[in-house]
Each structure stands twice: as C-alpha cells, then as structure tokens.
C-alpha cells in the first residue's frame, strides 16, 4: 500500500544525490512531487520518477532567490491542490580553510545552506499554517552537531544554524498553536552521493569523499561503512508520516554512529 498517495511534496536539491533518492523515496510512496534544482540534471530526475510512473513537475529554482522559492510552492498548490511536506535538500560543501578561503565563497556556502533552508520554509510555511498541517523536513549534517577536523566551517557553521533554525521553528509554531505542522533535521553522516563522494580539501590535497572517509573515518563509524542515500530517504519519508506525528524539533542522526562514537 503507498502510504503518501494523498500528499504533494516539495524537494529542493532534487537534481542529484540525496534529493533524487528523497524523490524516488516519495514516488514509491505515491506522493506527487514538485522537484526544484538550479542544476540541468533535474530534466532526468524528473524523467525517472515519470517512467517509474510517479505524478512529478520540475521547477528550476534557486534558494537563494525568494521569488524563485515562492514560485515552487505555488507551484505545489497549482497542481497538487496543496502543499503538505517540504524537504530542503539544496546545499553547498565548499570546502576550506577559514583563514584562506574567500569571504565570498564562505558567505555562499552560508546563503544557500541556511538562507536556502529559511527562504524555501518561509515560501511553503504560509500555506501549510493556512491548513493548519503540514511537515518540514531539512537536511543538516552531523557537522552541525560538532566543529569537524578542519576545512570545513562554512559548512559546519551553515549546518549548525539549519538543525537551530529547525528546533525554534518547531518551538515557535507550537506555540502559536500549530500542532499539526511538525519541523525536524536528518543529519547524515558521509553519505555515498554528492558532496559524500565529490573531491574535497584536506591537508593532504584533494581527495575523494570515499578516500577521505576510508582513509580518516572508517575507523571512527561503529558500522564501518558510508551512509547509503536511499537511507537518508527512509528516514525522510517516515518524517512525513502519520506515525511521526508526535516528533518535532528534532535532529536525527543517520550516520551509523559516528556522532555518538
């Protein structure tokens, strides 16, 4: 039985990585997706949910554009009649030094993880609160529950105020009396797609995600292996269903331990 076959979801960063696999999570459950992405790649995310036989539109968009955000839960109203889970995936690595790395390149990473995250909850939270139900999933990062090993405050700084921005939301609407509408984080580990397997800059110069994590992390991980991305799609999935009711402001560690070791 496909247990979303009554809700329209939202997915920005939907292209690639672990936005497609969120994607093809939702269209399994038989939810009709609206798929927002900057990158060329969303035509063929799009074009495998519709072979799949998935209801999906594609909206190229970007996060860092409110109007761009508005126009994808528009979009979401329009043609699924309303917008009941958003998942914001969008997101940048930009890897670096802190001392070294461009101010601009750093703000950037900041603007499209966090502001990304802000201006598309603040797009879809209108028409959600109109209902009075809906669910906000955000993709964080265990990096945002801690400093890292280097090369990467940007992003850990960015991912520390996504799983923030998601507990005061949370905090917020309840407050206000919007018990139907639920926030909360996935924090994945190093992941086998996207920025979990891109190049990266480490002390020893560029290296692959999978190098990195082998050579550096293994070790560290309790089941000493990467974080396949269908299971960061479960755990969104379960985020928007009715069992997951009473869950919110929550930041859910998908990183087979890491954190905790």
């Known amino acids: 039985m496909k247990r979303l076959g009554d809700r329209t979801v939202v997915i920005t960063g939907a292209a690639g990585g672990i936005g497609r696999a969120i994607a093809r999570a939702f269209a399994a459950e038989g939810a009709s997706l609206v798929l927002g992405d900057l990158a060329p790649t969303l035509v063929d995310a799009r074009d495998e949910i519709h072979r799949g036989g998935g209801c999906v539109v594609a ?3 970007d996060v860092t554009r409110s109007e761009d955000m508005a126009a994808l839960a528009a979009c979401a109203v329009d043609e699924g009649g309303a917008l009941d889970v958003l998942v914001t995936c969008a997101g940048l690595g930009g890897s670096g030094l802190l001392a070294e790395q461009d101010e601009a390149d750093w703000m950037r990473v900041v603007d499209v993880n966090l502001g990304g995250t802000y201006r598309a909850i603040r797009a879809a939270l209108p028409h959600m609160m109109a209902r009075g139900s809906g ?5 964080a990062s ?3 529950k801690m400093g890292g090993y280097g090369f990467v405050t ?7 105020g996504v799983i923030g921005l998601t507990r005061a939301l949370a905090t917020e609407l309840g407050s206000q009396g919007f ?3 639920t926030v909360n984080a996935i924090c994945p580990g ?5 920025m979990g397997v891109a190049m990266q800059s480490t002390k020893a110069g560029p290296m692959s995600g999978i190098e990195i994590f082998e050579r550096y992390y293994r070790r560290q991980v309790p ?5 396949e991305p269908e299971e960061i799609a479960h755990a969104a999935v379960f985020l928007a269903l009715p069992e997951s009711a009473g869950i919110t402001g929550q930041a859910v560690n998908v990183d087979g331990g890491f954190f905790m070791s």
Not at 154 to 160: G, P, R, V
């Open 179 to 181: 018990r139907g509408i």
């Open 59 to 61: 909206v190229q968009g």
């Open 135 to 139: 669910r906000i999933v955000t993709i």
């Open 142 to 144: 265990v990096l945002g």
């Open 223 to 227: 089941l000493r292996r990467m974080i």
């Open 190 to 194: 190093y992941v086998r797609a996207g």
């Open 154 to 160: 940007a992003y850990a700084a960015s991912k520390h």
